[in-house]
């Protein structure tokens, strides 16, 4: 075997290295891309093509090599089934055999559903990231799918009716590139809102509310309704408002965060036992006949300031044709999605040396692996950050040409590695044979920038109010002097707010004044500290909060909204007219929106025109 270094965890021993008794001592262990890499036993007819040369003991540039050690780094990332496994598999599959023949197989029912395809010719590709509107056969959440889809976005809608999801999202109209799936699920049920349900999904526009209707009845068309409790009197039907704006609100949550984003980043693998601290096994150049070793351990005081630190350390040789040191994670299970950050980040006390990154999307041991080196600065703690754009696709240390590039979404693995060798065969600048010492306090995906809000969630003006000290009643709108006898339903909503802020994820929450069923085009106010009433279109909103996904400006911000027409006044526009346009930009210039300011505790913030 050639001295080349080989970057992905090789099941190929060295010819020179093994000993004759090891009939499989050459390449009955290579793996080809997109195989299990699982032990093989030697294939006969290569007995004849090498000659063995059993090496006992160190001589010269060999040594002795760690057969052991070599079985035990296959065994940590190869683990055969438990008997515990093996008994789960023998119960489940019968039983999952006789739902599928009795209709009840749980994967089709917690399947995502096509409900209008994007054009081929124009549509994005399989990785197009997708906006999930909870909520979508309400008011305001059906006028959300249709903007998306205006815009040529890839939209699943989360409904708990699938008829009256078809019947209302079938007929609608897409550009170029949009497309519209179903989740059949419920938010006030965590056990419908499946993983599968949610992968490549990168934000969330949250409609959903608590059923109210008129207490006398309205007719087909739900006219009473949508002119507003103003004009009725209302009754909440159906699940109570905790369930559905509070408890609800962590389930949703609970479903897309991981998927959506975290604001400050994704932690990976933090020294204080957060994260992945115990799943790192070494993988060194025994693997092809090498005598390399290293490992990874917590170890306390050796971080900045007293505090813990993974140490990779080890030895590393060129002897046997090796010179690489390496640790990776086992394999995670469900993969995981880092796709809506920028990259991963280290922060490493550097020696000097050059180390490589590999990320695996795959659950192959010897498969493609998407790798990028970094230098480090001698005798400092520094941030390390590695795009994943810049990752470049490997096997065995070889470029894949024209391979597919890095997609984050499904991230099985991560590998150190310290190598005599960079890619294709070119040599570390760096390298030196002897131990090393690479101390990582945190490992985590950085956000991408510039960060825009993930998470969009309608609410309603007044949520803050019926606690207010001093505020007269009276002169509220009907669902603050009725918010007890509603169930909470403010209380509650501004509960899920709070679950919203807590959560960590990209968000803005905005807060409508009474909805009308009035044509979009009014003037519109935008305000802080829940003082301001009045009406709005639902098709107002829907355009606002679609317009919020591309908005920095409103990047964990809370806000009221209104139109500036008085109730008593109609909206109308001139059917002859050219469409409306609105400057959003402007108007949330304007606002000057601050964060933290959600009028519990703040004063208000004067209104904005």
Known sequence: MSGREIGQPILTVCRDAVPAKFPWRCSCFLARPGTSGSLKKFAHNRKQQRSRMPIMAAKGDRQSWDF????????????????????????????????????QDEEKQSAVLKLLAANEATAPNSG???????????????????????????????????????????????????????IVADI??????????????????????????????????????????????????????????????????????????????????????????????????????????????????????????????GLVSSSNNGGFASVRTKNFTPAMDLKSYGGLAFRVKGDGLRYKCTIRTDTNW???????????????????????????????????????????????????????????????????????????????????????????????????????????????????????ELGG???????????????????AIVRPCALTEEPAGAELVISQGDTIKGKLSRQDVAELCVELLSQQLALDKTFEVKSTVPFSQPFKVDPESSPHSRDWQALLVGADLKENVTGKSQPAVAATR
């Open 188 to 313: 006030t049920k965590p056990d419908s809102l499946k993983p599968e349900l949610f992968q490549g999904v990168r934000a969330v526009i949250c409609c959903t509310a608590v059923k109210v209707n008129p207490k006398e009845g309205d007719n087909v068309n739900r006219d009473k309704y949508n002119q507003g409790i103003k004009f009725y009197e209302p009754e909440v039907v159906g699940d109570t408002p905790e369930a559905v704006e509070y408890l609800g609100m962590q389930n949703l949550l609970t479903a897309v965060k991981e998927h959506v984003g975290y604001r400050h980043g994704k932690l990976i693998f933090s020294a204080d036992g957060q994260g992945l601290a115990n799943v790192w096994g070494p993988l060194d150049d025994v693997v092809m006949g090498g005598v390399s070793e290293s490992g990874f351990a917590v170890v306390s005081n050796a971080g900045e300031n007293g505090q813990p630190a993974g140490i990779f350390s």
């Open 366 to 484: 010897d498969g493609i692996g998407y790798t990028l080196s970094f230098d480090t600065k001698a005798g400092e703690w520094h941030d390390v950050q590695l795009p994943f754009e810049e990752f470049i696709p490997l096997f065995r240390a070889k470029t894949v040409k024209d391979g597919a590039k890095l997609d984050p979404s499904t991230v099985t693995s991560i590998q150190l590695m310290l190598s005599k060798f960079e890619n294709d065969g070119k040599l570390n600048p760096s390298f030196k044979t002897g131990p090393f010492k690479l101390p990582v306090a945190k490992i985590w995906g950085y956000p991408k920038e510039p960060q825009l809000p993930r998470f969009v969630l309608v609410s309603s003006a007044g949520v803050t109010r019926p606690s207010r000290p001093g505020i007269d009643l009276s002169q509220e709108p009907p669902a603050v002097r009725m918010n007890d």
């Open 489 to 507: 339903i403010l209380t509650n909503k501004l509960k899920g707010e709070d679950e919203v802020r807590q959560s960590g994820v990209p968000y």
């Open 128 to 182: 197009a990231d997708v906006v999930v509107v909870a909520g979508a056969t309400g008011g305001v959440g059906k006028r959300v799918v249709q903007t998306l889809l205006n815009k040529g976005k890839a939209v699943r809608a989360l409904v708990r009716d699938e008829q009256k999801a078809r019947k209302l999202l079938s007929d609608l109209k897409t550009a170029p590139g949009g497309s519209l799936e179903l």
């Open 68 to 103: 052991g050690r070599f079985v035990k780094t296959v065994t940590y990332f190869n683990e055969p089934p438990s008997a515990e496994q093996v008994l789960q598999a023998l119960v489940e599959q019968p039983a999952k055999l006789v739902r599928q023949l009795t209709g």
